[in-house]
């Protein structure tokens, strides 16, 4: 299966050839003044019912297109209309290599940004360093509890900011802190603890949107001059 080109359309589904088969893909254009970075948003547990069409993935989608970065989000493995199964994390890692794989072949000269959501942040961080992001952000990752080994991940040697909800019911922000803490980076990760927030930032959904736009705010790229959002 020969992969599809990198769309120009506002909005585009397309199907891209993972390791497991078929990746279910949305790609949305940026909004004017459009810069040279596409993001890559990574959806929560599957398990638990997470898919690329969750309303933080698509909040912090929508943060990052009106900044002026294109946005590409798809579905793990056995998620939607993706082929094959949940694999604990091992697999999803590689789905999102495929997919930057992609991105970098179609569009080679930009800059690749990564963002991921809960189970999502997991992977993402977890292929960081690998994959040499511009940017990471990480919303509420879960650092402590469920099955995903965070002492094994090497923090992003890149710009990278963390959202995380004072009021989660799912992941721990006392362990979020502690872990960041913990890395003794120098510096550290840009902090936003949000208070009266839950894990799906019920009713802090635009929020979440400005606390997105403030933290990447330095680290934009310049704006590609003469681009449109087309």
């Known amino acids: 299966m020969n992969q599809p080109a990198f769309p120009h359309e506002a909005t585009t589904t397309l199907t891209l050839q993972g ?21 890559i948003v990574c959806h929560p547990l599957p398990t638990d019912g ?43 890692a590689d ?19 990564l963002a991921g959501f809960s189970f999502g942040s ?25 099955n995903w080994d965070f002492s094994t991940l090497t923090p992003p040697q890149c710009p990278w900011l963390v959202i995380q909800g004072e009021e989660d019911e799912i992941v721990d922000p006392q362990a979020v802190y502690a872990w960041i803490d913990s890395l003794k980076l120098d ?9 009266e927030t839950s894990h799906f930032f019920h009713r802090r959904l635009m929020d979440l949107r400005g606390a997105i736009k403030n933290g990447i705010k330095p680290y934009l790229p310049p704006a590609t001059e003469g681009a449109t959002s087309a």
Not at 19 to 39: C, F, K, Q, W, Y
């Open 187 to 195: 510096p550290p990760p840009e902090l936003v603890k949000m208070p």
């Open 122 to 146: 997991y992977i993402t961080l977890k292929c960081a360093n690998e994959l040499h992001p511009g940017m990471v952000i990480s919303i509420a990752p879960p650092a402590a509890g469920r």
């Open 95 to 113: 789905d999102l290599r495929a997919v930057a794989a992609w991105v970098r072949e179609q569009r080679p000269g930009a800059r690749l940004w």
């Open 19 to 39: 390791p497991a088969g078929a990746l279910e893909t949305i790609v949305e254009a940026a909004e004017a003044p459009v810069r040279d970075a596409v993001a």
């Open 50 to 92: 997470g898919t690329m069409h969750n309303k933080v993935v698509t909040m912090a989608a929508r943060a990052l297109r009106e900044s002026g970065i294109a946005t590409v989000r798809f579905n793990f493995r056995g998620t939607g209309a993706s082929e094959g199964s949940f694999d604990q994390g091992r697999g999803e």
